[in-house]
């Protein structure tokens, strides 16, 4: 999946679907600059599972550091399976394989 640190990119997207949807053409993550002025404040995972369809979605290295860097960062995350970007967050609809909910 592309990804980009910049911004002001006119391929971003934002905030969850309410149907279907295909992924974004390029998805915002934080500098390499930026995830090492951060370091990890989270473990780095590369995948989490969706609570709602119980299916696991893989992500890029550059989302899982921006993940681990700034667990707040996102809004939202893809559901593979469901075809849609969901909440994160404490009353969001994903989980870490640790059990931790995504973006908390």
Same mark, same amino acid.
């Given at each position: !999946? ?7 990119? /006119? ?7 309410? @149907? ?11 500098? =390499? @600059? =930026?995830?090492? &002025? ?6 780095? $995972?590369?995948? +989490? ?5 119980? %299916? %696991?979605?893989? !992500?890029? /290295?550059?989302? @899982?550091?921006?993940? @681990?860097?700034? /667990?707040?960062? +996102? ?5 593979? %399976? ?10 969001? &609809?994903?989980? $870490? ?8």
């Amino acid at each position: !999946m592309p990804t980009t640190d910049n911004p002001d990119d /006119p391929r971003l997207t934002h905030g969850a679907d309410e @149907a279907p949807a295909p992924q974004a053409d390029v998805y915002l993550v934080l500098s =390499e @600059a =930026e995830r090492d &002025e951060y370091g990890f404040v989270r473990p780095f $995972w590369g995948v +989490y599972r969706h609570i709602t369809c119980g %299916t %696991t979605t893989r !992500m890029s /290295p550059d989302i @899982a550091a921006t993940y @681990a860097s700034r /667990p707040h960062f +996102y809004g939202a995350t893809y559901c593979a %399976t469901c075809g849609m970007h969901r909440p994160v967050g404490e009353d969001g &609809e994903f989980v $870490w394989p640790d059990g931790v909910k995504v973006g908390t």
